[in-house]
């Protein structure tokens, strides 16, 4: 059984891998803004530079889905 879902786990593990890790970043980049008092301004482009990289994969997941599903991959 897992030879024949190995592929499917695979993906799975690694879209849950990527939003832990941008969990984490996250975190890690609101803890160090929080502690050096950021003004607003650059807290909103910090997490937006963080934001627009999670947006990136998850177009690329709807790319890759788009691509599968029409047979061209």
């Not at 059984?1 to 190995?6: P, Q």
């Not at 990527?18 to 950021?38: E, I, P, R, S, T």
Request: proline share 1%; charged share 15%; no cysteine.
């Amino acid at each position: 059984m897992l030879a024949e879902h190995y592929e499917l786990i695979e993906s799975l593990m690694l879209n849950i891998g990527l939003v832990g890790l941008f969990g984490l970043m996250g975190y890690a980049v609101h803890d160090v803004l929080k502690k050096n008092n950021v003004p607003r301004t650059g807290r909103f482009v910090a997490y937006g530079v963080l934001g627009l990289g999670a947006l990136g994969f998850i177009a690329k997941g709807i790319i890759e889905l788009f691509w599968l599903s029409t047979g061209m991959g």
